[in-house]
């Protein structure tokens, strides 16, 4: 099992390098640059063959990817008009911006693909559990919105998000009509019954027995009514054993449990069930609209955590790396296949916004030398161009070197 999802774990990394090395590689040969190598991995080469003017390889480390160039380094330059250096600045920028560029699309297909082969979640049940807003009460329940009637909690969000909405709602047999707030619908929860939808196959409520259908009614003393209420529970007893409550066919079970901490989240109890939610297949249109929204909201968050890794407000050990990618996939292929395909898409979009940061070493500094060149009219001083693309191969390297140990710090301490 360890080598399998060692091995799925390098398949998936393998793709999204070789999108983004094909990225630049289709806009090389559009712009007539001679591509000496197409590689994957970076190292000794382990296979390769030669077709025309390019020479195709796999190497030993599996940690990112290369196109080279005729004439990419000034050092190499030669003033041929099949390099690379030759080209006009904003040829030069569009093959170096569509590796990333082709991350995005590619993180964009795998959620377009997700959405419609796997659906959205959308909780129906009309009926109000929590409330921060005085005007809706627990117990509640949503008949209309916006004059039709209650579809589910994905569509109220969706509408919400917009604008102000109105609500009809039912309480102790009287209608009331009232406005919701723009975004005020997250102030509200529904109603979620304490049934186990699925159980992880070696974690602990599955080596206690629990199993689908089986309906949690207690832990510790604390009474359950509400899904919500397992969550707030668990996530404080990592590493603790609870007692736990069950009902199933009308009989009540009682285990103990061994709670598991968060794979990322140490401090997160786990212990390897989740809620049952209703799911539908969203036409065409919505599920394009769903996917680009979720591939610009996640190249924000990227972004956002990325500037704050510098600016210190992300701690370094927050971030990462190639081996906490392996165990967050590890982790997935326990929960289904549609959780692996989303995550693709997470760490393809990861890779791309990463990439376009403006680091020496990677696209992202490439572009801002040729957009300044473009801006200057003259080249940047080739040794200088060559120190600072080093000065960032280092940076990168270091930086992975202790992103990997808090990678294995993560993953070995409790």
């Known amino acids: 099992m360890f080598l399998t999802t060692i091995l799925l774990a390098l398949f998936i990394i393998g793709i999204l390098i070789f999108v983004h090395e094909l990225g630049h590689f289709l806009f090389a040969k559009l712009f007539k640059v001679k591509v000496e190598t197409f590689s994957i991995g970076f190292g000794p080469v382990i296979k390769s063959f030669k077709k025309g003017e390019t020479t195709y390889a796999i190497s030993l480390l599996p940690i990112g990817g290369y196109v080279k160039m005729a004439g990419d380094e000034p050092n190499s330059y030669q003033g041929y008009p099949y390099e690379f250096l030759s080209k006009p600045n904003y040829q030069k920028i569009l093959i170096v911006l569509a590796g990333p560029l082709f991350n995005i699309i590619f993180g964009f297909l795998i959620f377009y693909t997700y959405f419609q082969v796997f659906g959205i979640n959308n909780i129906k049940n009309p009926i109000i559990y929590k409330?921060?807003?005085?005007?809706?009460?627990?117990?509640?329940?949503i008949l209309e919105v916006n004059g039709k009637p209650?579809?589910?909690?994905?569509?109220?969000?969706?509408?919400?998000?917009?604008?102000?909405?109105?609500?009809?709602?039912?309480r102790n047999n009287d209608t009331i009509n009232l406005t919701l707030k723009k975004n005020n619908v997250f102030k509200l929860s529904p109603k979620i019954e304490p049934i186990i939808d699925n159980v992880i196959k070696d974690y602990p409520a599955y080596q206690?027995?629990?199993?689908?259908?089986?309906?949690?009614?207690?832990?510790?003393?604390?009474?359950?009514?509400?899904?919500?209420?397992?969550?707030?529970?668990?996530?404080?007893?990592?590493n603790k054993e609870i007692k736990l409550k069950y009902e199933r066919n009308g009989k009540i079970y009682e285990v103990q449990i061994k709670v598991k901490s968060d794979f990322v989240e140490k401090k997160q109890g786990r212990i390897g069930i989740s809620k049952k939610f209703e799911k539908f297949i969203p036409n065409p249109i919505l599920a394009f609209n769903l996917a680009l929204e979720k591939t610009l909201e996640s190249?924000?968050?990227?972004?956002?955590?990325?500037?704050?890794?510098?600016?210190?407000e992300t701690p370094l050990g927050a971030v990462g790396g190639p081996i906490m990618i392996g165990k967050t996939i590890s982790e997935s292929t326990k929960i289904g296949i549609d959780l692996l395909l989303f995550l693709t898409g997470l760490i393809s979009i990861n890779l791309a916004v990463i990439n376009?940061?403006?680091?020496?070493?990677?696209?992202?500094?490439?572009?801002?030398?040729?957009?300044?060149?473009?801006?200057?009219?003259?080249?940047?001083?080739?040794?200088?161009?060559?120190?600072?693309?080093?000065?960032?191969?280092?940076?990168?390297?270091?930086?992975?070197?202790?992103?990997?140990?808090?990678?294995?710090?993560?993953?070995?301490?409790?």
Request: aromatic share 12%; hydrophobic share 50%; no cysteine.
């Open 131 to 141: 409330s921060e807003i005085p005007e809706i009460q627990k117990g509640d329940i």
């Open 356 to 414: 376009l940061l403006p680091i020496p070493a990677l696209d992202g500094s490439h572009i801002l030398i040729f957009l300044i060149e473009g801006i200057l009219r003259r080249k940047i001083n080739p040794k200088f161009y060559f120190a600072i693309q080093l000065v960032g191969f280092v940076f990168l390297i270091i930086l992975m070197i202790i992103i990997t140990f808090f990678d294995i710090y993560r993953i070995l301490m409790p």
């Open 150 to 170: 209650f579809n589910g909690w994905f569509f109220l969000q969706r509408e919400n998000e917009k604008k102000d909405i109105q609500l009809k709602i039912l």
């Open 208 to 238: 206690a027995g629990l199993r689908k259908g089986d309906k949690i009614i207690e832990i510790d003393g604390e009474k359950i009514e509400d899904w919500s209420e397992i969550s707030n529970v668990l996530s404080k007893k990592a």
């Open 299 to 312: 190249s924000l968050l990227i972004f956002k955590t990325l500037i704050g890794f510098f600016t210190g």
